[in-house]
């Protein structure tokens, strides 16, 4: 299934699903009621406006969403008072309030193959805050602090709680995939957010923290489908692409990664109880040619940046440069 949040012609949020090759969005609450009311039934599960409180709200959350993805399928045409077309329809990101939102650094070989590492070198991340979360057309705002480029990743959804989760069970607590883009500002890295401890013996150490520059309002469009694991593309062999206008300025796979979806899942829950809702943003894949993450400049060009996965859906989010903003 193919899940969204979506906001009604009333102007309340509603549960869609997609149907109809995924050019109509089926309204799961009202659906779900009608055949209630068309069984007889008083009592049954009332379907939330939150994909996270439905996830949270488990196994009968989602045999109530089967049986409308039952019936739309069984005969879509009447429940045709319940679908909204997805040209002109207000997509919203799936999940916008997660507990805990990571995104995995430097997990593709390549940079990473060339890094001067620790011994035993583990996965590294940092975390975004629930406030860059945007919708897949919503405007994208970019700081007046020079270059910030666009990173396209799978994100992973968790479906059920775990701690210290074996690997070999890690995509067992999986709900389901999405397009993320994690909008990074590059330039801001490397020239205002670190400091250079001078310590008592002489040495130095340059400490760096991704708090502002990967953490602007709107940093973190994702959408527009959250695809459950059994329509998704494995979560290690996802093709990503991002353009900037017509320009294609990344592509690769998450084979390319260094650290697999199992594994990273794995990983972060034996320091966090991870909980369903809670995001783990993957990693992205490298620019093509004869683009640099360093000459993709989402401020300067301006446009429309679009971020795509195969089988997840596309994003495409206007561009706002910000003057002032830093």
């Known amino acids: ?51 996270k409180v439905m996830i949270e709200d488990g196994d009968v959350a989602i045999t109530a969403a089967k049986k409308v993805w039952d019936a739309i399928k069984a005969d879509d045409s009447a429940h045709a008072n319940h679908l909204v077309a997805v040209d002109g329809a207000h997509i919203l990101a799936p999940i916008d309030d997660p507990q805990k939102f990571f995104a995995i650094a430097i997990n593709r070989h390549g940079g990473w193959d060339t890094a001067i590492k620790p011994e035993n070198p583990h996965a590294t991340y940092f975390t975004k805050l629930p406030s860059c979360i945007v919708g897949p057309s919503d405007t994208v705002r970019i700081p007046d602090v020079g270059q910030v480029g666009p990173e396209i990743e799978l994100a992973i959804i968790i479906g059920k709680a775990g701690h210290d989760i074996p690997e070999d069970k890690a995509l067992d607590h999986v709900f389901g995939y999405v397009v993320h883009n994690d909008i990074t500002a590059h330039h801001m890295r490397k020239t205002t957010e670190w400091i250079c401890m001078q310590r008592a013996d002489g040495s130095q150490e340059q400490l760096t923290y991704p708090g502002r520059y990967k953490n602007f309002d709107t940093f973190s469009p994702m959408g527009p489908w959250l695809v459950t694991p059994d329509e998704a593309p494995h979560p290690d062999e996802a093709v990503l692409d991002a353009w900037l206008n017509d320009d294609h300025v990344q592509h690769g796979t998450t084979a390319e990664h260094v650290f697999n979806a199992a594994h990273l899942i794995s990983y972060l829950s034996r320091a966090h109880a991870l909980k369903p809702g809670d995001i783990i943003s993957t990693g992205t894949v490298g620019p093509v040619q004869p683009w640099t993450m360093a000459t993709i400049d989402l401020g300067k060009i301006g446009g429309t940046m679009r971020s795509s996965i195969k089988g997840l859906g596309s994003m495409a989010n206007p561009i706002e440069f910000v003057p002032g903003l830093k």
């Open 1 to 51: 299934m193919k899940f969204c949040r979506f906001q009604r012609q009333q102007g309340d949020v509603a549960i869609g699903l997609a149907c109809r090759d995924d050019q109509y969005i089926a309204d799961v609450a009202a659906i779900h009621a009608s055949l209630q009311s068309n069984n007889g039934s008083t009592v049954g599960y009332a379907i939330p406006a939150s994909l």
